[in-house]
Every structure is written in structure tokens, then in C-alpha cells.
């Protein structure tokens, strides 16, 4: 499948290439002119331009920061750390002001960290912001290794030793599993770079409370259904050829018939906007789509270890999961503050699938523990978009603030 799959995306790449070329030359010549004809050949070479996929991490470009006391400034993007599967990226606004450290653990299901551009947009106006940015498995060579759910793990423990004690770590839909094992081990070790707090947003924790379509379809076939029918093995032309994964492609179709109307309708949207010399409008669609179908691989591994592990046999609120054959065990943690936060519309992870980690971090105080569930947003608007900025985060940044005093 996989093979099929990039003979027809070499040569639909090419055809866009050359759109895409023209659509520049005539945009040069024609450059300053408004008018309808030229807005609907805009229009229709856009629509060519995004039907296709691409591999490779967007830029971030974060924006200009401003704080609340109205003072802007100019955010810095590094490099700090990096290993064979993930780069350690910093984002931190240009002061001399030491900020609290938060550790955002981007999911890796599909989509690069960028998908999270507008979290780190506003968690960097009050803190030193680092984001796991996952590398595409397919472009890793398979000497580097195998990598599987311990290994993700393991990445979010290197990150935090990295960065040091009193780190806040945030996992937002898929990580919020990982983070809590990572909290746990090294609160059993009584490690110094334990996190000073733990913010799980949109989680999976118990799949079992209010399960969503999405967590039906993962119950609906065996595990080795999954393992036949979804895991293919990377082409020769590429890195890492011969890793077994689950490959991006089939987990963009997947989300994209999940709301087919939807998409169709935006792409409607786009050509009609275009057309109508709605600009601003059209970029934004446009941006979102080119962001959406940038898309990675995830390793085989890890892909058949998630769905075994978290969605069929809910090891975690069992008491049943283990890290390199060692009991995890949640109630071991006991001075790292806890905020889960949900929406009330998400139809990926269902309310009181997060709020379930309260129960399983039993040693941590009441007074330490925090939940919020927020009306009016599903599943990607518990992380971005307005109500994120403004209602949202200030629950964080208040619970942060609150712990660096």
C-alpha cells in the first residue's frame, strides 16, 4: 500500500510543481492587478496546489508577543536538544526576565508539533515554552533503532532532566498517558526533575468514561486486525526504509471522513473567497489545510503498543501498565500539582476520560489538584483558538504562577 502510495505522490507532486510555477509567474506579471478573472485562476491553482500531501515540519513563525502590560516582544526559536527520534525546541520571548520552564509534549499521531503553533503562541507570553518536535519515523534509519511506547517515555524523561527541577510539564490528547508514566517513575525515584506541576489537556486516560466514536472504532476489530491491515513497511527511497508504521496517510484519511462535509465545504470556502477577493479569509483557510496535510509516519511499534495499551486494554486505570517491566503506579506521586482540562464537545476524547488521572494520583492533596472543563469547545479548541487564549490558559498561568511563588 505504502508503495502504491508514493508512486502516485512522485507524480501528483510533480503536476503541482508545475501548477505551482505557473501560478507564480503569472501572480509576478500580474502583480497589484485585482480582478475576477485573475481571482479565479488564483483560486484554481490553489485547490491544485493543496491536493497532495507533504512530509516534511513546517516552520513555527511564531508571532510578535505582547504581555498584558501591553509590551511586545520578539520570540526566540533553538534548537537545545536532540536525540535520533525528537528535537528539543525552546521558544522564549526576548528578556531578562527567568520565566517558568513548561515542557509541551506535542502528540505524535500524525501530524507534526507545529499542529500546536498556536499553544506555544500563547503559553510563550509568560514562560520559557520547550515542544517535543517528533522526527518523521520514515526519515530515521532503522540502525537508530526501534521505537516503541517505552521509548516515548523515555524521550519525555531525557527532556525533562534536560531542562531541569522545576519543570512544568503539559501533554495535550495522546501524550497526557506518557506524561503521567514519566511523572510517576520519577516521583517513585524521587528524581530532583520531578514536574513542579502536571497539566493534562484532552487525554486518554481511561478510554472507558464516555468512549467516542473514535474509541469504539479502536475496540471494533482485534489487535491483529490492526497489525495487518494498517502497518506497512516504509518504501526503499527513503531513510528509513524497511520500518515497520502506521503510515500518515491512512491516519489523515481516517481524520478526514471522520467530518468529510466539513472539509468539503471549507474547500468550497477557499474557492469562493478566492474568488470573491475575500483574501484574508481564503489565507486562512488555506494555511490551516497546508498545515493539516503536512503529515508523518509513526513507528509500528508504538502505533500497535497505543492501541493495545490504552485503548483495548485500558492498562492504565487497571493498575496494569508497566515501563520496561516495571509497575507504574500513578499514587506515587505526591508534590507535583495536577490540572486536567476537557471540553465539553470533543468527540475524540470524552469528558471524564482526563478527569480519570484525579483518581489514580491519589497521593497528591486535594488542594493540589484542579479540573476544568470548558464549555462551548471540542477537542482541538481545548488547546487552540480564542477560547484557549482567554479562558483557558489563564487557569494554567494561574496555577503555574501560584507555584513559582
Known amino acids: 500500500m505504502y508503495q502504491n502510495y508514493q508512486t502516485l505522490a512522485n507524480a501528483n507532486d510533480s503536476f503541482r510543481f508545475m501548477a505551482n510555477a505557473f501560478h507564480l509567474f503569472v501572480h509576478d506579471m500580474f502583480k497589484g492587478i485585482e480582478n475576477p478573472f485573475l481571482n479565479k485562476f488564483h483560486a484554481y491553482q490553489e485547490q491544485i496546489d493543496l491536493m497532495g500531501l507533504t512530509h516534511k515540519r513546517p516552520a513555527f513563525d511564531l508571532e510578535v508577543v505582547t504581555d498584558s502590560s501591553g509590551e511586545s516582544f520578539d520570540v526566540q526559536e533553538e534548537l537545545v536538544h536532540q536525540t535520533a527520534f525528537c528535537h528539543l525546541v525552546r521558544f522564549k520571548k526576548k528578556t531578562k526576565d527567568n520565566l517558568p520552564k513548561v515542557l509541551l509534549v506535542a502528540p505524535m499521531s500524525g501530524h507534526f508539533a507545529t499542529l ?13 515554552v520547550y515542544i517535543t518536535d517528533w522526527l518523521n519515523i520514515r526519515d530515521i534509519p532503522k540502525s537508530k533503532g526501534e521505537f516503541d511506547f517505552d521509548s516515548y517515555i523515555d524521550e519525555i524523561m531525557i527532556a525533562l532532566r534536560f531542562i531541569g527541577p ?3 510539564l503539559m501533554g495535550i490528547c495522546q501524550p497526557t498517558v506518557a506524561c503521567l508514566v514519566a511523572t510517576s517513575l520519577l516521583a517513585e525515584d524521587a528524581d530532583p526533575c520531578v514536574p513542579s506541576s502536571l497539566t493534562l489537556m484532552a487525554g ?3 478510554t472507558r468514561v464516555n468512549p467516542t466514536a473514535v474509541n469504539e ?11 495487518k491491515n494498517l502497518i506497512n513497511v516504509v518504501p526503499g527511497q527513503f531513510a528509513g526504509a524497511g520500518r515497520r508504521v502506521y503510515p500518515g496517510f491512512i491516519q489523515l484519511s481516517a481524520f478526514m471522513n471522520m467530518n468529510l462535509e466539513r472539509h468539503k ?3 468550497k470556502d477557499l474557492f469562493k473567497f478566492r474568488t470573491e477577493g475575500l483574501h484574508e479569509k481564503a ?66 476524547c470524552g469528558v471524564g476520560q482526563t478527569l480519570a488521572a484525579h483518581d489514580l494520583c491519589s497521593g497528591i492533596p486535594m488542594y493540589m489538584k484542579t479540573h476544568h472543563l470548558q464549555a462551548g469547545v471540542g477537542h482541538y ?23 513559582q511563588h
Request: zero cysteines.
Open 217 to 227: 472504532l479502536a475496540n471494533s476489530k482485534p489487535f491483529e486486525w490492526f497489525e
Open 204 to 206: 486518554p486516560i481511561d
Open 116 to 128: 500546536l503553533r498556536g499553544t506555544v503562541q500563547v503559553l510563550v507570553q509568560d514562560h520559557e
Open 166 to 168: 522545576k519543570t512544568h
Open 283 to 348: 489565507d486562512q483557510i488555506r494555511d490551516f489545510y497546508k498545515e493539516y496535510f503536512a503529515i508523518m509516519d509513526l513507528s509500528g511499534a508504538f502505533y500497535l503498543e497505543t492501541i493495545d495499551k490504552v485503548f483495548q486494554t485500558h492498562q492504565l486505570p487497571k493498575g496494569e501498565l508497566t515501563y520496561r517491566g516495571r509497575l507504574v503506579r500513578p499514587d506515587a506521586i505526591k508534590k507535583t500539582f495536577l490540572t486536567t482540562i476537557e471540553g465539553d464537545r470533543d468527540d475524540i
Open 381 to 403: 479548541g481545548v488547546f487552540s483558538g480564542r477560547k484557549w487564549a482567554g479562558q483557558i490558559y489563564p487557569v494554567i498561568r494561574s496555577i503555574i504562577q501560584s507555584i
Open 265 to 267: 465545504q471549507s474547500f
